[in-house]
């Protein structure tokens, strides 16, 4: 049973460029919530994704962007990349209905130079 | 928003002490989970707790939802359990998972 893959693991861009990272979620899972982690602090949240619709936005500006697939994979989309945009980016599923446990990948960690 | 604290920020342990760790939020919450960060930066969801007791192995988890708090207990604790523990809650008619800064636990051999 595979759980939540995350690409790439690691990416190095430079300010102003423009970056996906894709997710794709744990087999039965139908829902995707994306979170930003800047280090020595906890993950703060972007945004879900179900039913291939963005569902709810934390508060980050419109450079931050996304999709979801048929297949219920997603990508994160950055636009105009700043300094302050280095941090772990984390992808996480869950099935939507009652009690179901958030489950994360990995992380794909960007630095923006 | 809603408001996470988590205590202590860090914490000490020598191989096989216990320890509590406390999650208190601001609100009522739809649930309340408990995530292990390894020094990977791996994240582990341990619990999906929004109210009783629940074990798994040597971690146990308590949620008091009617007095907003939860507890995490690490039971004879191994140098693995190192890393940072979350709590993270999921208010009413919100999707959004807002967590607490952490509790950074490292277990010396």
């Known amino acids: 049973d595979a759980g939540v893959t995350q690409s790439p693991t690691h990416l190095i861009k430079t300010r102003g460029q423009q970056v996906t990272l894709r997710c794709s979620p744990k087999?039965?899972?139908?829902?995707v919530s994306w979170y930003q982690q800047a280090l020595g602090q906890g993950p703060q949240f972007i945004f879900q994704y179900y039913e291939e619709e963005e569902r709810q936005r934390g508060n980050f500006p419109d450079r931050f962007s996304g999709h979801q697939f048929p297949n219920y994979s997603s990508e994160l989309n950055v636009n105009a990349l700043l300094l302050g945009d280095s941090a772990l980016y984390l992808c996480?599923?869950?099935?939507?209905?009652?009690?179901?446990?958030?489950?994360f990948g990995n992380g794909t960690r960007l630095t923006v130079t | 928003g809603i408001q996470v604290e988590q205590s202590p920020p860090d914490l000490i342990l020598q191989e096989g002490a216990n320890s509590t760790l406390r999650c208190n939020f601001s609100?009522?919450?739809?649930?309340l989970q408990w995530f292990h960060q390894n020094p990977w930066g791996q994240l582990i969801n341990l619990f999906y707790?929004?109210?009783g007791t629940k074990q798994n192995g040597r971690l146990s988890a308590t949620t008091v939802a009617t007095e907003r708090y939860s507890l995490l207990y690490i039971s004879s604790s191994q140098t693995t359990d190192s890393g940072v523990y979350f709590c993270?809650?999921?208010?009413?008619?919100?999707?959004?998972?807002?967590f607490g800064a952490g509790t950074t636990v490292t277990v010396r051999a």
């Open positions: 707790i929004p109210s």
């Open positions: 993270a809650v999921e208010p009413y008619n919100d999707y959004k998972l807002s």
């Open positions: 996480a599923s869950s099935s939507q209905g009652l009690n179901s446990p958030l489950h």
């Open positions: 609100d009522s919450v739809n649930n």
């Open positions: 087999s039965g899972h139908d829902t």
